[in-house]
């Protein structure tokens, strides 16, 4: 059974970098079949797609977060990551990684999430 | 503001039927892409309850069922039970923002 799960400090500084890390498990991150995604939820709030990579590398973003987001991927640790610069508090959320379909476009697993604050 | 429109919120007794809408526009939903639907309980990550605009994955019981027609789609809920309360999320892609969610509907059950 294919599992998520995310990783990553709890805590970041106003202005500086989020990182999270998505290990995938059960599986192989390698597959033609699927995308791996990013989603996080302010407290309180929906959901909100951040950006999507493939395993060669492809990646996509949410236009209003491109400008301080780069995701990329590591086939041989079976896992992606996420870093979102310059950080405000408006970036304090739950972050999920999930796996994304191939030209349908929906998101089949997702994993438990992990709440990032932003604070000093 | 989502660039898909949910409801805030919707409600019904237990058994009763309840419908949440999801509106979009010439650019995702109109456009004929697929609307997917997925169902969060309180403190949990969000799960896939409908895939495809009405197919239910695995394990999702047939209680569940989407429907699309034009701008928008609908989440069908029938013999509503006290675990359904959850937040529901439509999700679609959109040819100017790629994926893109509904602001999610609260369903409350009486």
């Known amino acids: 059974q294919l599992q998520l799960q995310e990783s990553g400090p709890g805590l970041v500084k106003p202005s500086e970098t989020l990182s999270l890390t998505c290990t995938v498990s059960?599986?192989?991150?390698?597959?033609?079949?699927?995308?791996w995604g990013w989603i996080r939820q302010p407290p309180g709030k929906g959901l909100e797609w951040i950006g999507s990579?493939?395993?060669?590398?492809?990646?996509y973003y949410n236009p209003s977060l491109k400008s301080r987001v780069t995701i990329s991927v590591d086939t041989s640790k079976n896992q992606f990551s996420l870093k979102l610069s310059s950080v405000t508090a408006a970036d304090t959320a739950v972050y999920y990684c999930?796996?994304?379909?191939?030209?349908?476009?929906?998101?089949?697993?997702w994993g438990r999430g992990t709440l990032v604050t932003v604070s000093s | 503001q989502s660039v898909l429109t949910q409801p805030p919120s919707v409600s019904g007794a237990p058994g009763q039927r309840v419908t949440i809408s999801c509106t979009g526009s010439?650019?995702?939903?109109?456009?004929?892409?697929?609307v997917h639907w997925y169902q969060q309980l309180p403190g949990t990550a969000p799960k896939l309850l409908i895939y495809?605009?009405?197919n239910r994955p695995s394990g999702v019981p047939d209680r569940f069922s989407g429907s699309k027609s034009g701008t928008s789609a609908s989440l069908a809920i029938t013999g509503l039970q006290a675990e359904d309360e959850a937040d529901y999320y439509c999700?679609?892609?959109?040819?100017?923002?790629?994926?893109?969610f509904g602001g999610g509907t609260k369903l409350t059950v009486l």
């Open positions: 999700q679609s892609y959109d040819s100017s923002l790629s994926k893109v």
């Open positions: 059960g599986g192989s991150i390698s597959s033609s079949s699927y995308y």
């Open positions: 495809g605009n009405s």
């Open positions: 010439s650019s995702n939903i109109g456009a004929g892409y697929d």
């Open positions: 990579i493939y395993y060669s590398g492809s990646t």
């Open positions: 999930a796996r994304l379909t191939v030209t349908t476009w929906y998101f089949d697993l």
